[in-house]
């Protein structure tokens, strides 16, 4: 079964708004997320590394003040896309590690952001 | 900086071919190499994962990917392919396991009744 429930799956927002995306561990600890975000036919790109306690990291180019990320327990971590635009129209997928040396990366199913 | 590339964007098989997805990456260091499915609207699904030992890794659905440091390659092969393995395929690399990945850019699959 999963072990990333991501919520909601798809959302559709006016221009403006701001939306919320939830990213939950289930049934482990995750001091560790990851925000993803995919345009249509494209591949996937690392927006920013979610950690419990502390900032989130955000890669190159991802405007931090337009995509909040709080990571507030060890199994929540929730992305929140402000005041947004037709140009943030995506898919965004979390992802977070199971405990152990050598577990990989488990995503969630992503969130359909449509915003009009 | 790591790089994945996935020479072929989509491919086309016959149900009960074989299929071959190839994967090759650009690393400084020892990769921790991943592949992921991904249908439709959906999350990824890990399929395989080599870290390291046997070059030849068993995944999930039937799949299997061969690890060849000579070639800086991670290709993922099935002997026969069924309908339901229609997707997109993504290879991906990482400094660790559970670390951040760097995707390719993906293989559509079809398969042909």
């Known amino acids: 079964g999963a072990v990333v429930s991501q919520h909601p799956s798809r959302v559709i927002c006016k221009s403006g708004t701001s939306v919320k995306i939830e990213c939950r561990s289930l049934d482990f600890q995750a001091t560790t997320m990851f925000w993803y975000r995919q345009f249509p036919k494209q591949s996937l790109m690392l927006m920013a590394t979610s950690n419990e306690g502390s900032k989130a990291t955000y890669e190159q180019g991802v405007e931090k003040d337009k995509f909040l990320i709080n990571h507030a327990s060890l199994t929540l971590s929730t992305l929140t896309v402000t005041s947004a635009h037709p140009e943030d129209s995506s898919f965004y997928i979390c992802?977070?590690?199971?405990?152990?040396?050598?577990?990989?990366?488990?995503f969630g199913n992503g969130t359909r952001l449509t915003v009009t | 900086a790591q790089s994945v590339t996935q020479p072929d964007i989509h491919i086309t098989v016959s149900e009960g071919a074989s299929l071959e997805l190839r994967c090759n990456y650009s690393?400084?260091?020892?990769?921790?190499l991943f592949w992921y499915v991904q249908s439709p609207g959906q999350g990824l699904q890990l399929l395989l994962k080599?870290?390291?030992?046997?070059?030849l890794v068993q995944g999930i659905k039937g799949f299997e990917a061969e690890f060849k440091r000579s070639q800086s390659s991670f290709n993922l092969r099935k002997p026969s392919v069924h309908w339901s393995d229609a997707a997109e395929y993504f290879c991906?690399?990482?400094?660790?396991?559970?670390?951040?990945?760097?995707f390719g850019g993906g293989t559509r699959v079809l398969v042909k009744p």
């Open positions: 690393y400084g260091a020892t990769p921790y």
């Open positions: 992802s977070a590690k199971l405990p152990g040396g050598n577990s990989p990366l488990h």
């Open positions: 080599y870290f390291s030992g046997d070059t």
């Open positions: 991906a690399v990482g400094l660790a396991a559970g670390n951040k990945l760097t």
